[in-house]
DNA sequence: CCTTCTACCTGTCAGC
DNA sequence: TGCTGACAGGTAGAAG
């Protein structure tokens, strides 16, 4: 999409999980998108415009790309799709033209609309301002997740989920980088100790980048752009095995619930 | 300010 | 077989 510009928008609904901003398609269109990236799980597009289209994919939310052949990408044009989607809930289009590329059609899949898109204007603020640093980036390591957790009082579980303290933590991950770093959920999150901080801003890193790896998680109805499958799941410790036995221990995983979010942990291991 | 709780939405699946 | 209800997730905003 870098380099294109945004022939035409079309919104097939007012809303995705926020309604749309006033006048959204027109003020995309005729735009060129100068640059894409990433910050947390929001997709960043600066427009030549002056604004900023932010993307969230939210649970179920995912592009579809049709077009947009080269020969670099071995016309990569139209993908036997793993999983297709259902067009019901093609909610937004992009129809993108490229001086190299040609047409594209980025289509917007969100099933359950929890997803959303937002422009905010050059110097206008952010829900990004304030949140943690990439847990990948050379900014996250054990120091500064010891500083973020200082004097919380909430459980650690919590606290990682928690987009201030580190960005792009969701409920799978964290249980994860808790069982490895073999920390009980339920622990006070300013209080554990520097070898725990440690470790748990080392095997966040870890589960993340494995799961980037495998293609991410795919759960029920989840795929990434292409329609492929991640399988990461697979190689879940904890998520989703309440009952069966710790790979370490033998102990049964466990399930509570925290912050009406379910957290898988075994009793034996994490303390 | 900090922390906790709930709403939002729909496809899937367990249980009747 | 068909139906009902619980559940999953990220984020915002209200409530405490």
Request: glycine share 12%.
């Amino acid at each position: 999409m870098e380099g294109a510009r945004f022939a035409r928008v079309t919104l097939n609904r007012p809303d995705l999980r926020f309604p749309f901003a006033e006048n959204f398609a027109s003020r995309i269109q005729g735009a060129h998108l100068t640059r894409l990236s990433r910050r947390a799980k929001f997709l960043r597009a600066d427009l030549s415009s002056g604004e900023t289209l932010y993307m969230h994919l939210g649970m179920s939310g995912r592009f579809i790309i049709e077009g947009g052949s080269t020969k670099e990408n071995g016309g990569l044009a139209n993908f036997a799709h793993e999983h297709a989607a259902n067009p019901k809930h093609h909610h937004v289009v992009f129809e993108m033209e490229h001086p190299d590329t040609g047409r594209a059609v980025i289509t917007y899949n969100d099933p359950r609309r929890f997803g959303f898109m937002e422009l905010i204007g050059e110097s206008e603020p952010y829900r990004l301002d304030h949140i943690g640093p990439e847990p990948l980036g050379n900014a996250f390591n054990g120091p500064v997740l010891r500083a973020a957790l200082k004097g919380k009082k909430s459980k650690i579980k919590a606290a990682l989920l928690d987009q201030r303290v580190v960005a792009g933590l969701g409920n799978i991950y964290v249980c994860e980088a808790l069982y490895r770093t073999g920390i009980s959920p339920r622990r006070a999150a300013g209080r554990l100790k520097v070898a725990e901080t440690d470790g748990l801003a080392g095997h966040i890193k870890d589960v993340l980048s494995e799961a980037i790896e495998a293609g991410g998680s795919s759960l029920r109805d989840f795929s990434n752009t292409d329609g492929k499958l991640g399988y990461f799941q697979h190689s879940f410790d904890v998520y989703g095995r309440e009952g069966e036995p710790c790979k370490s221990c033998d102990a049964p995983i466990k399930r509570i619930v925290q912050s009406g979010r379910s957290s898988f942990f075994c009793g034996g291991c994490q303390r």
